[in-house]
C-alpha cells in the first residue's frame, strides 16, 4: 500500500493551532475537556470554526496516539483535581483512525434506517504492541434503533505505528463486522479505507460530491479479487452440495452426485473452473490454465466466511440465495451464482421480472414519523414543491415533488410513523 508522502498537519502549524486553542478556552476561564475546531485551507492556513465543550466523538483516536484516558481525565478536573502532566509530557505515537458505524443508508443518500439489530457481531477488540481494534458501542443484537436518537452505532477504531498498517487492520476489521436488520453505512466506510485518494491522504471535505456524484452504489472489485472470491464460493458450494447428498429418505434411483466442473457468475463476469479438493482445502482451476489455492473452515448456514486464499486473508460476510450466494466484500455487495454447464445454458431463457412502477406513487424514503402534509386532494402541485415533511433521527425531510402533476390521493396523515417505502401520496 501506497503510503501518504507526509503527515498534512506539520508540527509547526499543529503548534499554533494548540495555542490559539488554548487562548481561546482562557478568554472564557473554561475547565473541562473541550475541542476547539479549525479548517485549513490548501496553503495551511487555518480558521477558527467552532467550539465543542464537551468531548468529540473522535476522542478515541486521540487517546489512542497518546495513551492518555481523555474521559478518565476530564472526571478528575471536574473533581477539581489537577493535572498530574505537562503538555510536554504528551508525544504522539503511531497512527489511528476511527470509522463511525451508522445507520444511514448509502444506497439511499445515506437516508436513516431504523429496526432491529437482528445480528449485531463486531469484529474482536485486540491490543498489543503492533495494533489496536477498539469498538466504542452502545448497541446489542436484539436490540432497536430507533427514529428518536442519533443514528451512530458504533465507533470502530484502529491504531497501528504507521498509516498504512492502521488501514489494512481497519480493513480487516470492517471485513469481519457483522450488522443485519438496517441499513447501514459500512460498505461505504469498506470503500473509503480502498479509495486511492484515502490511501494518499490527497483527500477534502468535497470527498462524497467528487466521488460519487450521482450517489454510492457499490464498489466493482478488481479483477483479482472477484476471482478469490469465485474460487472461494465455488469451494463454498461444493461443501454444501456434499451435505444436501447425505439428505435420508430418498429414492435408490434419485441419488446425488457432487460434481467438479461448475460455471461462477458474480460482477457481470462469467468463469468455467473445476475444483480438485483434499484434506486441507481446495485447488480450483480457471479456464486457461491459471490455478487459486482456498482453504478456510465454513459451514452451510455460517454467515461469515474466513478464508486463506493464495495464503492471504479474505474475510466475507455471506447469505444464501438460490443457486449461490450473496457475498459482501470491501463495499461490494455482489450476486454469485454457481451453476453446473447445463444450468448456465438454461438460465440464459429465464426472463426478468420489472420492477413495479411507481412514478404515479409519493413512497416515504425511510422509516420516519410525518410531521407535515402540504397538499389536498386534487391540488396541482409543481416541479420542486413541497408535498411533506417526514422527521427521522433529529432531522427533518422535505419530499418535494419531481414534476408537475395532481394529487389524487393521500394515504398518511400527521402524526403517523411510516416504514420505507410505504406510499404517503399518489398522483394523477
Known amino acids: 500500500m501506497e503510503e501518504a508522502p507526509s503527515p498534512y498537519l506539520d508540527e509547526k502549524t499543529r503548534q499554533k493551532m494548540g495555542e490559539q486553542a488554548c487562548a481561546l478556552a482562557k478568554a472564557v476561564s473554561y475547565e473541562s475537556a473541550g475541542t476547539v475546531e479549525f479548517i485549513v485551507d490548501g496553503e495551511k492556513n487555518f480558521y477558527f470554526l467552532e467550539m465543542n465543550t464537551r468531548l468529540q466523538v473522535e476522542h478515541p483516536v486521540t487517546e ?15 473533581n477539581k483535581e489537577k493535572l498530574k502532566f505537562q503538555q510536554s509530557d504528551i508525544s504522539i505515537n503511531g497512527w489511528a483512525i476511527e470509522n463511525r458505524l451508522y445507520a444511514e443508508d448509502p444506497y439511499r443518500n445515506f437516508l436513516p434506517s431504523i429496526g432491529r439489530l437482528t445480528r449485531y457481531r463486531p469484529p474482536d477488540e485486540f491490543e498489543s504492541s503492533t495494533h489496536i481494534v477498539r469498538n466504542d458501542t452502545g448497541v446489542f443484537e436484539g436490540g432497536e434503533i430507533s427514529m428518536f436518537y442519533d443514528p451512530m452505532i458504533a465507533k470502530l477504531c484502529t491504531w497501528a505505528p504507521t498509516r498504512s498498517e492502521a488501514i489494512a487492520h481497519m480493513r480487516e476489521a470492517l471485513d469481519g463486522f457483522e450488522v443485519e436488520g438496517i441499513g447501514h453505512n459500512l460498505p461505504f466506510l469498506s470503500a473509503v479505507m480502498d479509495h486511492h485518494k484515502f490511501v494518499k491522504g490527497d483527500i477534502t471535505t468535497a470527498f462524497i460530491q467528487e466521488e460519487y456524484p450521482q450517489g454510492f452504489t457499490g464498489v466493482e472489485l478488481p479483477e483479482d479479487d472477484l476471482l478469490r472470491i469465485a474460487a472461494s464460493c465455488a469451494a463454498m458450494n461444493r461443501v454444501a452440495e456434499i451435505r444436501r447428498t447425505k439428505i435420508s429418505g430418498r429414492m435408490d434411483n ?49 454467515q461469515l466466511a474466513k ?17 449461490g450466494f450473496r457475498i459482501r466484500n470491501r463495499g461490494a455487495d455482489l450476486v454469485v451464482l ?11 431463457h429465464m426472463l426478468e421480472k420489472d420492477p413495479p412502477d411507481t412514478s404515479k406513487k409519493l413512497m416515504c424514503p425511510m ?37 408537475h402533476t395532481r394529487v389524487k390521493k393521500i394515504n398518511a396523515k400527521v402524526g403517523d410513523s411510516l416504514a420505507v417505502d410505504e406510499t404517503i401520496l399518489e398522483f394523477e
Not at 481446495?282 to 491459471?290: D, H, I, L, N, Y
Not at 478464508?307 to 443457486?323: A, P, Q, S
Not at 454457481?338 to 440464459?348: A, G, M, N, P, V
Not at 396541482?380 to 433529529?394: D, F, N, R, S, W
Open 64 to 78: 489512542l496516539i497518546t495513551g492518555i484516558d481523555l474521559v478518565e481525565q476530564m472526571i478528575k478536573v471536574a
Open 307 to 323: 478464508m486463506v486464499v493464495d495464503d492471504k486473508k479474505l474475510t466475507m460476510k455471506v447469505g444464501k440465495i438460490t443457486g
Open 367 to 403: 422509516p420516519g414519523l410525518i410531521v407535515k402534509i402540504d397538499v389536498e386532494v386534487g391540488e396541482e402541485v409543481q416541479e420542486g414543491q413541497a408535498l411533506c415533511t417526514v422527521e427521522a433521527m433529529k432531522m427533518e425531510n422535505i419530499l418535494r415533488a419531481e414534476r
Open 254 to 302: 434419485h441419488e446425488r452426485r457432487v460434481g467438479d466442473n461448475w460455471i461462477v457468475t458474480l460482477q457481470d463476469k462469467k468463469y468455467e473452473l473445476k475444483i480438485f479438493a483434499d484434506q486441507l482445502g481446495s485447488t480450483v482451476q480457471f479456464e486457461g490454465g491459471s490455478k487459486i489455492r482456498v482453504e478456510g473452515i465454513w459451514t452451510p448456514g455460517d
Open 338 to 348: 454457481i451453476r453446473s454447464k447445463r444450468q448456465s445454458e438454461l438460465s440464459r
